[in-house]
C-alpha cells in the first residue's frame, strides 16, 4: 500500500448552496486542493463524517506521536487498540 496523501485536508462544499445541511454532498480535499475523498450527502451525518475523514492524517500523526513518547509499558488493551488502528490506516492489517 502506497502512503497516504498528507495533511492537512479540507471539507469543502461540494454542490448546493454552499450552507450546511444534510441535502449537501462534500469533498475532502489535500493541500493543494486535490480530491481525496467525498462524501454524498444521503445521510444527515455526511457533513462529520467528512469532518473525521479530513482529521484522518492529523489524528495518525499524534496517536503515532503519543506512542513513541509514552513512558509507561506498551500493553494494554488501550495500547492495543492504538496499535490496530495505526496498523488499519496504513494497511498492514
Not at 450527502?41 to 475523514?53: E, I, M, P
Not at 503515532?64 to 492489517?93: C, N, Q, T, V, Y
Request: charged share 20%.
Amino acid at each position: 500500500m502506497s502512503a497516504h496523501t498528507p495533511g492537512p485536508w479540507t471539507v469543502r462544499c461540494f454542490t448546493g448552496t454552499g450552507e450546511v445541511g444534510p441535502a449537501d454532498d462534500w469533498t475532502i480535499t489535500g493541500p493543494n486542493g486535490e480530491k481525496i475523498a467525498f462524501e454524498g450527502g444521503w445521510n444527515k451525518n455526511a457533513y462529520a463524517d467528512s469532518r473525521l475523514l479530513a482529521s484522518a492524517p492529523e489524528l495518525l500523526d499524534a496517536l503515532d506521536g503519543l506512542l513513541a513518547i509514552a513512558i509507561i509499558p506498551h500493553d494494554g488493551p488501550l495500547f492495543d487498540k492504538a496499535i490496530a488502528a495505526i496498523e488499519k490506516a496504513r494497511g498492514k492489517s
